[in-house]
Nanobody
Framework: QVQLAESGGRLVQAGGSLRLSCAAS????????MAWFRQAPGKQRELIAA????????DYSQSVKGRFTISKDHAKKTLYLQMNNLKPEDTAVYYC????????????????????WGQGTQVTISS
């Protein structure tokens, strides 16, 4: 069982940058595919970035492609989300999620496919 804990969320002005971290404990981080989701007020939770267990393959939602970068640091057992050129519509609670995988390249893009979830971290972008 993998436990996940996000950090790094805060208030940022539009156009700024922020890096979220998701520290993993327990389980085997090297066999865990991961993702970042977010949920804005009044909206459903949505996938914004996914990474395969090896870190080789990534996928992004159209809303963040070119601005956000997901990455895994196996030595630190940490997942990151680098967010640049932030916009007010990026305001949301951001969650990291993980699941076991046997494929180094396989991506998982549906919420129901993830078994482990963090508690979320609030990101607020002011205009």
């Amino acid at each position: 069982q993998v436990q996940l804990a996000e950090s790094g969320g805060r208030l940022v002005q539009a156009g700024g940058s922020l890096r979220l971290s998701c520290a993993a404990s327990g389980g085997d981080f090297s066999t865990t595919a991961m993702a970042w989701f977010r949920q804005a007020p009044g909206k459903q939770r949505e996938l914004i970035a996914a990474v395969s267990l090896s870190g080789i393959n990534t996928d992004y939602s159209q809303s963040v492609k070119g601005r956000f970068t997901i990455s895994k640091d196996h030595a630190k057992k940490t997942l990151y989300l680098q967010m640049n050129n932030l916009k007010p519509e990026d305001t949301a609670v951001y969650y990291c999620a993980g699941r076991g995988s046997r494929s180094g390249a396989l991506l998982f893009t549906e919420e129901y496919e993830y078994h482990y979830w963090g508690q979320g971290t609030q990101v607020t972008i002011s205009s």
